[in-house]
């Protein structure tokens, strides 16, 4: 595999972006390809069946562009169908849960853990059970916060009815000790500082997207696939609806401009 | 065309099932066949393109199951396919908007009108446009609420963030004296009562499935294909998502129940 092909990271559409910022900030030399599913968003509230064709579709798509690896940006996607993309591909193929998974194994005090994620997430029990598996005496509560989602898709960030729906999602997480909190969901990285503010500052709030990333830049170093060129790095952006919407939402997420979206069906 | 034949019906989701109740209520011995492409909705915040060909494809499928006649009872699909479905296939088709902006055409006395819709209906300037053909004084004023949508397929009917976002939504109304609102999407008369009591008991709250009933019942007698006989009518259900959470959903919309749903990828 050649070191300077792009990395490709795939969502059901904007959240994913997230994952892309905190990647190109600790790999900027790698060059991206990204592609989110904007034509059959959200995944969130599909079924397993349905994420997980999708996901192989996406992948696929991915890999004809020539990715050197793939990171699956969408939590949602992780749940459902990373297993079946590991047994359908060869290439590296990493997922956002993952290495967050680890990352609050070690890093929580009491193993009192808190996921707030999709519906679908939630449902698939797989961060409890893989939380579970490195922390059997974990105690861990997930809360289906679908609507952050919307919020979030809205603009709705600084907005007191995100502050409202906020404390009604975490109301349950007050009276149990909890001590860390994952944000399972690709959108709730933008409301981590009103969700720090609900909870209080006493309990650490991990974006999985930074520890994705951690995780990547380990994978290549290992695999001997960091582009080793230190030019500046060429993003490709791909969305399978409207690439104008995507451009113009997405640098919300990405945090940096979007010039060129290309589109995807 | 056999007149015993069902009247196909599909939407982005589970909310055209209010306008399946609508057609139920009005004409109770005729067969009915329901799609909801749960798998790819919504389309409300989606492009031009792809939910025309989204309705393409939707509409061809009821063809093939043998159906006398179309409902589009997804508004953003009307605002954007109708004219392409009159196009391309040669039975009747019927959008849920086209009645109801007659009527309140008719029964608007000062023409200041107001649409509830989604982003998609808005930006489409459909209602708009066809309003001010009827009636070209008219003033009319539409507001994107694209969160309803999503606090419905919560199951957040009678909750508090609903009433807020519904106040925060509403009030560009209220300077205006307007008249009389369209519910301009197939979620909203599960929320008329909110909207209603938001707005004050001199403002009509019309609901386009009402009006979509009538005209359906108009243009099957017109075309001699009201089904003759009098026997219990056969509903069929097809989803491209979860059959097991479109039934369970799907009652809350059609207020009656959803016994087994077929899966259609």
Do not use: W
């Amino acid at each position: 595999m050649n070191n300077q092909a792009p990395i490709g990271i795939f969502d059901s559409g904007f959240g994913g972006l997230t994952v892309m910022k905190a990647i190109r900030q600790l790999l900027p030399h790698e060059n991206i390809i990204y592609f989110g599913d904007t034509a059959r968003l959200p995944y969130g509230t599909k079924s397993f069946e349905t994420v997980t064709q999708y996901s192989i579709e996406n992948t696929s798509f991915l890999v004809q562009q020539g990715v050197k690896a793939v990171v699956v940006a969408c939590h949602t996607a992780c749940s459902h169908a990373l297993d079946t993309l590991h047994e359908k591909f060869s290439l590296p193929i990493l997922g956002v849960t993952t290495a967050s998974i680890e990352d609050i194994v070690h890093h929580s005090p009491s193993g009192k853990i808190g996921i707030l994620a999709t519906r679908g997430t939630i449902a698939s029990g797989n961060y409890q059970t893989h939380i579970k598996k490195l922390l059997p005496s974990a105690e861990v509560t997930g809360i289906a916060c679908q609507l952050l989602v919307n919020l979030v898709e809205e603009g709705y960030i600084d907005h007191h009815l995100t502050e409202l729906a906020i404390q009604d999602y975490l109301r349950p997480f007050l009276n149990q000790q909890i001590d860390s909190i994952i944000l399972g969901c690709t959108h709730f990285p933008l409301l981590q500082h009103l969700i720090q503010k609900a909870v209080g500052p006493h309990i650490q709030v991990i974006d999985p997207a930074q520890s994705c990333a951690r995780a990547l830049k380990e994978l290549l170093t290992d695999k001997q696939l960091l582009n080793p060129t230190a030019l500046s790095p060429n993003y490709r952006f791909y969305a399978s609806d409207d690439p104008e919407k995507f451009s113009a939402l997405g640098q919300r997420f990405l945090d940096h401009p979007i010039h060129h979206v290309e589109k995807n069906t």
